[in-house]
């Protein structure tokens, strides 16, 4: 069964420095999406994409985040320069065009910021 | 703002009991609330809710949607400890159909 992939499973840097996330939707998903969990904490949204451009974005997605779809088959998230609370379990999913429900996610990817 | 809450956040019992998970939610553009569980990292798919009064149902688990009154249950009946896990309540909008996320329900069922 198709699933959303991410890469690195866990991420360790320290402040300041640029992280790149990486993640693999869900090969004929048009829709992607990134989400964080911050240690405890709920569940939450960052960033819709669709046609390599964002369609929305929450207030936590500020300028040192960016997204990119370098290739046809990876989803990117960038944050330039990591602050400590960044810290947090970063999530991608993905969902099909023509079906506007379910999102498929991936396995997340453990950020910690020292 | 838009809000999901989740009760209670946490919630232990034995095996065998049932147990009901809450989501009652204020959220504009709304489209269909689904549930998810979330065991070790990324949140399964358990049930997606549109319309009123419709019982969703998969096994030992169900769920309802009441629209009037913006909220969801989620029934587990003779719970084991595999069901331990949280429990996610999530509301899709409409327009960029992004979730938002309640906070959870820790449910651990003991041996």
Same mark, same amino acid.
């Given at each position: 069964?198709?699933?959303?992939?991410?890469?690195?499973?866990?991420?360790?840097?320290?402040?300041?420095?640029?992280?790149?996330?990486?993640?693999?939707?869900?090969?004929?998903?048009?829709?992607?999406?990134?989400?964080?969990?911050?240690?405890?904490?709920?569940?939450?949204?960052?960033?819709? #994409?669709?046609?390599?451009?964002? /369609?929305? &974005?929450? $207030?936590?997605?500020?300028?040192? *985040?960016?997204?990119?779809? %370098?290739? !046809?088959?990876n #989803?990117?998230?960038?944050?330039? /320069?990591? &602050?400590? $609370?960044?810290?947090?379990?970063? *999530?991608?999913?993905?969902r %099909?065009? !023509?079906?506007?429900?379910?999102?498929?996610?991936?396995?997340?990817?453990?950020?910690?910021?020292? | 703002?838009?809000?999901?809450?989740?009760?209670?956040?946490?919630?232990?019992?034995h095996?065998?009991?049932?147990?009901?998970?809450?989501?009652?939610?204020?959220?504009?553009?709304?489209?269909s609330?689904?549930?998810?569980?979330?065991?070790?990292?990324?949140?399964?798919?358990?049930?997606?809710?549109?319309?009123?009064?419709?019982?969703?149902?998969?096994?030992?688990?169900?769920?309802?949607?009441?629209?009037?009154?913006?909220?969801?249950?989620?029934?587990?009946?003779?719970?084991?400890?595999?069901?331990?896990a949280?429990?996610?309540?999530?509301?899709?909008?409409?327009?960029?159909?992004?979730?938002?996320?309640?906070?959870?329900?820790?449910?651990?069922?003991?041996?």
């Amino acid at each position: 069964e198709p699933e959303v992939t991410q890469t690195p499973s866990h991420q360790v840097t320290q402040m300041g420095q640029e992280v790149i996330l990486r993640c693999v939707p869900i090969s004929n998903h048009l829709y992607f999406y990134w989400y964080r969990q911050i240690l405890g904490q709920k569940v939450e949204f960052l960033v819709s #994409f669709y046609n390599n451009e964002i /369609s929305e &974005k929450s $207030e936590i997605f500020d300028d040192q *985040f960016s997204v990119e779809r %370098p290739d !046809g088959s990876n #989803f990117t998230l960038k944050i330039r /320069s990591t &602050k400590l $609370e960044d810290s947090a379990m970063y *999530f991608c999913a993905s969902r %099909p065009i !023509g079906s506007y429900n379910e999102q498929f996610f991936g396995p997340g990817t453990r950020l910690t910021v020292l | 703002e838009d809000k999901v809450v989740q009760s209670p956040l946490s919630l232990v019992v034995h095996e065998g009991d049932t147990v009901t998970l809450n989501c009652s939610y204020e959220v504009t553009n709304f489209r269909s609330l689904l549930w998810y569980k979330q065991e070790k990292k990324a949140p399964t798919f358990l049930f997606m809710l549109t319309s009123s009064g419709i019982e969703k149902k998969s096994g030992r688990l169900s769920s309802i949607l009441d629209k009037k009154e913006l909220f969801s249950i989620l029934n587990i009946t003779a719970t084991q400890t595999g069901d331990s896990a949280i429990y996610l309540c999530a509301v899709l909008t409409s327009g960029t159909y992004k979730y938002i996320f309640g906070t959870g329900t820790r449910l651990k069922v003991l041996a």
